[in-house]
């Protein structure tokens, strides 16, 4: 949809079954929270959310005894955006909710749903970034957990060492790293993964090459809000399309694409099967709970562009705690709120699961020892070379792009035809929204 | 009770054919009306309404041209005929031979109508999660097995041009079950003396499924294209597990690009697109339920 989601895998089946069965608990009991010293917090099931709210929730009761903190599960990609809709709409969502921030956020009408936190002392220490991402009219909504994410190339460190390439600084300097991977024969040049539930990560050529459109066009996401840019007319932003067909056709991308599941994908790049794998670093976290000696081994680059003195990356805005108008234990759920914007509740989510990016929580800082891909990624940080994903700078995004992008990747679809068939898929979000001039 | 039986014009109230008073039906309707009516009336509503979660506002016809806007509506429309086609034909066709097959005099008769029958208690997506891994192109069974035959096998859900079939063949597997069950119930029921005639006639077996079996077996083949065809053009839960729609669009078909649009927020467009689809399904088995049962009444 909107935003890239990671679909449950098989591991979290199990946890989304017990998530139905606490559904059923506590719809017997009539409640979901209440007054009495128990929170309730409804998270989606990707490992790094869980383990993050829990480290959270963790640390906040060893601090405050009387309170209880249970976290309930729900799938993630459409069908988890189908349960937060459906249960703001009906009055049934618990004490505190995890989501998206940026467009997807947009579309749950937070104005009308969710409770105004612009003017808690707290927020003061989430960064204004962030705040931009969960905003409405002058209304702010959310506590960010977790880290910023970059959106590019992770890629397989001994086999860039074997080869002797070096990081590529544009398109054609990725091609020639390709080109010479291929010629080597030991691996795939790069990876990609349109199995059943894992086509969300054909996205990355488009969505993660958004730096290098508005180096080239700093507008784009003004007009593209108000219809008078859009992909096929803007050479820029057709780029990424135009990207993922050349390693189509150049023959770059493992064997299995059509079948394999963004978890063969992460395996493919960790063992040195595959060498570039367009992806989120946020990945880095899923690698840390499947393979943890591999993180020493994967880099990250930002996706090239043209030009080699503007090499910059991607980034997303992590997810926040959301306040639903229903909650029936606010002053609770408030303090809670104000521990996850506070530098004890980044220092918990450190401990737990370490991190794959800057906070956004002032006074907030990251250890020294982190993977070679998350330096790598604090690098461009560092730097300031990072702009926004699209979505945290429109909220014109179409339900169809992870099909799109299948297409052209598995060479059923022209660049070409591709934009111009994701520019009409946009119209209605767009006419959805009411927005302006569409 | 007794009050009933000293009330005799009651009964002459009632439809003659008809054995309960008409208040028996009401816990019926009553569910019927509030599980399906109701929801129906509603979603008709919807259809012309842009509803999210910000609240519905009637926006008249504007749902439907968007839909019929949408740029996967064709592919999925064609898809879907194809489908509903392929899967009806094939039904008919093997349904009919197994039906023969398994009513002539064979070792193992009854377990082997078990057998055929088995597929169909399945649950849909668990014979979708099955058939996906079977059909996997690099570690399936069935390319393994069309490897060590020498056999390059195709990617059976991943090639665009074979997504489509592949899944059809799978429903093909699950359903012929049911068609074989309405031909044995068929083929047993027409009475021994047509066979006797036609062996006095010297009748050959080919010239006894052509010129007795087929013809007195016309309501169950009307009965198997109706139930089949509609299955098939409502057809969502395998192509869902299976594919997703996919290699990007290419095995969508009209159920499954509503469902898209509902996950993505879009209840009214989506609701329109049901409604569509209702009125489709209608129009193509409304006229085809009248033929075919013409035909029956002519026989």
């Known amino acids: ?438 | 009770m007794t009050t009933t039986v000293l009330r005799p014009p009651r009964t002459r109230r009632r439809d003659p054919r008809s054995h309960y008073p008409m208040w028996f039906y009401l816990p019926a309707a009553a569910v019927y009306g509030t599980l399906f009516v109701v929801p129906t009336v509603a979603s008709f509503y919807f259809a012309f309404t842009r509803w999210s979660i910000a609240g519905s506002e009637f926006i008249g016809l504007e749902n439907f041209v968007l839909f019929f806007q949408e740029p996967y509506l064709l592919r999925g429309l064609i898809n879907t005929v194809v489908y509903g086609a392929l899967t009806s034909g094939l039904k008919v066709v093997l349904g009919l031979l197994l039906g023969v097959y398994l009513t002539s005099q064979i070792i193992a008769r009854s377990y082997l109508r078990s057998v055929v029958f088995f597929p169909v208690l399945v649950s849909t997506v668990g014979v979708g999660v099955t058939f996906s891994v079977l059909m996997d192109p690099a570690e399936g069974l069935i390319n393994r097995v069309l490897e060590v035959l020498g056999v390059a096998g195709p990617g059976w859900l991943t090639d665009p041009s074979l997504a489509l079939v592949s899944v059809a063949l799978v429903d093909v597997w699950k359903g012929v079950g049911l068609a074989t069950l309405i031909y044995i119930a068929g083929i047993v029921a027409i009475p021994q003396e047509y066979f006797e005639a036609a062996r006095v006639d010297g009748a050959t077996r080919v010239q006894n499924l052509r010129y007795v079996i087929l013809p007195l077996l016309w309501p169950a083949t009307s009965t198997v294209i109706i139930l089949s065809l509609i299955g098939g053009l409502r057809s969502f839960d395998l192509i869902w597990t299976m594919t997703r729609g996919g290699p990007g669009f290419t095995s969508d078909v009209i159920a499954s690009v509503i469902f898209k649009q509902y996950q993505a927020g879009f209840w009214g467009l989506s609701a329109a697109g049901n409604v569509v689809l209702f009125l489709l399904v209608s129009a193509l088995m409304v006229p085809l339920y009248w033929g075919l049962s013409r035909r029956e009444v002519e026989r």
């Open chain 1, 1 to 438: 949809m909107f935003s890239i989601h990671r679909p449950p895998g098989p591991a979290r089946v199990a946890g989304a079954a017990a998530a139905a069965a606490a559904t059923l608990a506590l719809t017997a009991c009539g409640s979901s929270g209440g007054d009495d010293g128990t929170l309730t917090i409804l998270v989606d099931n990707t490992e790094a959310t869980v383990d993050s709210v829990q480290a959270l929730a963790d640390a906040y009761t060893a601090a405050n005894p009387d309170t209880e903190i249970d976290l309930e599960l729900r799938p993630g990609g459409s069908e988890g955006d189908n349960i937060v809709k459906t249960r703001l709409q009906t009055g049934d969502m618990p004490d505190l909710f995890f989501y998206n921030s940026g467009s997807l956020l947009q579309a749950l009408a937070p104005e009308q749903n969710l409770v105004d936190l612009s003017g808690e002392p707290f927020m003061d220490a989430v960064a204004e970034t962030f705040q931009e991402g969960v905003r409405s009219d002058d209304r702010v909504f959310g506590v960010p957990v977790g880290n910023a994410v970059g959106g590019g190339v992770l890629y397989n460190l001994p086999a860039y060492e074997d080869l002797g390439l070096e990081v590529p600084r544009t398109w054609d300097e990725f091609t020639a790293n390709n080109q010479a991977i291929l010629d080597a024969g030991d691996a795939a040049p790069v990876i990609q993964t349109y199995g059943p539930d894992s086509t969300w990560t054909s996205q990355l050529f488009v969505l993660a090459d958004n730096y290098n459109v508005l180096a080239a066009e700093p507008d784009f996401a003004e007009r593209y809000t108000a219809n008078e840019a859009h992909y096929a007319d803007t050479p820029a932003a057709m780029a990424g399309f135009e990207h993922l067909q050349e390693v189509n056709e150049a023959g770059f991308l493992n064997e299995d694409f059509a079948s394999a599941s963004y978890a063969d994908g992460l395996a493919a790049l960790a063992s040195g099967e595959g060498v570039h794998y367009p992806m989120l670093t946020n990945a880095i976290t899923e690698l840390r709970a499947t393979d943890p000696d591999a993180l020493d081994d994967i880099g990250f680059f930002a996706l090239p562009g043209e030009d080699p003195d503007d090499v910059g990356v991607t980034t997303w805005l992590p997810g926040a705690l959301y306040l639903p108008q229903t909650t029936d234990d606010q002053a609770a759920a408030e303090d809670f709120l104000a521990f996850a914007a506070s530098v004890e509740g980044c220092d918990a989510q450190t401990e737990a699961v370490g991190v794959t990016g800057p906070y956004f929580i002032d006074g907030c800082t990251i250890p020294e020892d982190v993977p070679p891909g998350v330096a790598q990624l604090q690098e461009y940080f560092d730097a300031g070379l990072t702009a926004p994903a699209l979505e945290f700078l429109s909220p014109v995004k179409g339900p169809a792009l992870e099909q799109i992008t299948v297409e052209v990747g598995s060479g059923i679809r022209s660049a070409e035809d591709a934009a111009a068939l994701y520019d009409e898929d946009v119209k209605k979000q767009a006419q959805q929204l009411g927005l302006e001039g569409w």
